[in-house]
């Protein structure tokens, strides 16, 4: 079942009176449970479609439809509840709050949102990336392979229906990489999340679905394993 459709969509930019084309006619369809690896050089819209996907900004032309609704006919009300309940982030630099413990980076969604059991399911989250034990410390005390699994479990706290992967293993060696991955893997295959992840890393994408290959704002080529 698709949880994500994009449909001819165009994104465009005005920067000092130049149109800026990030991305030009893409179509594409995410199912629950498919991992989708995009991969291109830098500038060929891989982030833009992210954020597209994730409803953080929406298309000149065409539609994003996500869980069966255009993302463009939500109000501001509705764009951030779909973000908060339905999408998880991950970020190369892991976007943590360093003044807060690692069970307190995971459990600020869940605060924010005014869910009643965010302690377990925080407790759960930190089990599920096995860093139970270390839910006291700091960031800082953390190595990167230890930060990005705190940034996954951050993600996953709220069950969210997809994931998007912005660079996941852009700040870690071959090795934490491959753990990294490897847990991206097994969270859609469990959950039956969809996950959609921007790299440059061609070895990256081994362990991915579906391959899309992205140049100068179009998908030049899609495949299916």
């Known amino acids: 079942m698709s949880i994500l459709s994009l449909e001819d969509v165009s994104k465009h930019y005005e920067t000092d009176g130049q149109t800026i084309r990030a991305l030009n006619g893409v179509s594409l369809m995410v199912d629950a449970g498919e991992f989708v690896a995009l991969v291109g050089r830098s500038g060929c ?9 994730g409803a953080m900004d929406f298309p000149t032309g065409g539609v994003v439809i ?7 006919s ?4 509705e764009q951030t509840r779909v973000r908060r309940d339905k999408v998880g982030f991950i970020f190369q630099s892991f976007q943590l709050l360093h003044t807060l413990t690692v069970q307190e980076n995971i459990e600020l969604p869940l ?6 059991d965010a302690r377990q399911k925080t407790l759960e989250r930190l089990q599920w990336v096995e860093l139970e ?3 006291n410390r700091y960031p800082h005390q953390l190595s990167g392979g230890q930060m990005q699994r705190v940034a996954i479990a951050r993600a996953l706290v709220h069950s969210p229906r997809i994931l998007l ?4 293993t852009g700040n870690l ?13 097994r969270l859609t295959r469990e959950q039956k999340t969809a996950t959609i992840m921007a790299t440059h890393s061609l070895e990256a994408t081994a362990v991915c679905d579906t ?7 179009r998908i030049e080529g899609v495949t299916r394993r």
């Open 45 to 53: 819209g891989k982030s833009t479609l992210l954020h597209l996907a």
């Open 165 to 168: 992967a912005d660079e996941p």
């Open 66 to 72: 996500f869980d069966g609704v255009p993302s463009s």
């Open 173 to 185: 060696d071959t090795g934490t990489g491959a753990i990294i991955l490897s847990l991206l893997q």
């Open 211 to 217: 391959l899309v290959k992205m140049r100068d704002g």
């Open 111 to 116: 605060l924010l949102a005014g869910k009643p």
């Open 133 to 135: 034990g270390l839910g």
């Open 74 to 77: 939500l109000d501001d009300k």
